[in-house]
């Protein structure tokens, strides 16, 4: 059975640790500090800036998971695809990387089809914990603002 090749689909690809350096990173290149500083500390347009921001992090956050769907979903289709297609054309499968990920499934074999789903599945189900881990770690981490 072929290895999907992505780095990120492993156990712990976002560790809510990731998620608090991505937010950190987006809260700093944004000119969100300056907005503040602009609002003359009216306490009801400092909490719509704090809005704001985190909507754009989530957003963020979501591009990010997203990006990781993609790439893992694609890379262990094409683990398949690319032994299926050596063993059955016997030519380089170079070409496949090129391809789409609607036309790259196309030649996932039938012996091959379960194999490569339920490997996909196990892909997608990691993204799925550490999508939980982050949103575990950012309702305590929001409760714990809450509570100070």
């Known amino acids: 059975m072929p290895r999907t090749r992505n780095k990120q689909s492993g156990e712990g690809w976002w560790t809510p ?4 350096m991505k937010i ?12 503040i500083g602009r609002i003359n500390g ?11 921001y985190m909507q754009m992090a989530m957003d963020q956050m979501h591009m990010h998971f997203a990006s990781a ?4 979903a694609f890379n ?3 683990g398949y695809v690319e032994l299926c297609f050596v063993q059955t054309h016997g030519e380089d499968p170079v070409i496949l990387h090129k ?5 790259l499934c196309k030649f996932v074999t039938a012996e091959s089809f379960i194999p490569c789903l339920l490997d996909l599945c196990k892909a997608l189900w990691e993204i799925m914990k550490s999508y939980h881990k982050v949103i575990i770690w950012q ?3 929001d409760s714990d603002k809450l509570t100070a």
């Open 76 to 78: 262990v289709v094409h």
């Open 139 to 141: 309702q305590r981490n």
């Open 42 to 52: 009216d306490p009801e347009e400092i909490r719509r800036a704090r809005m704001r």
């Open 17 to 20: 640790e990731l998620a608090r």
């Open 69 to 72: 769907i993609h790439n893992s």
């Open 99 to 103: 391809k789409q990920f609607r036309e």
């Open 24 to 35: 950190e990173k987006t809260r700093t290149s944004m000119a969100w500090m300056r907005a």
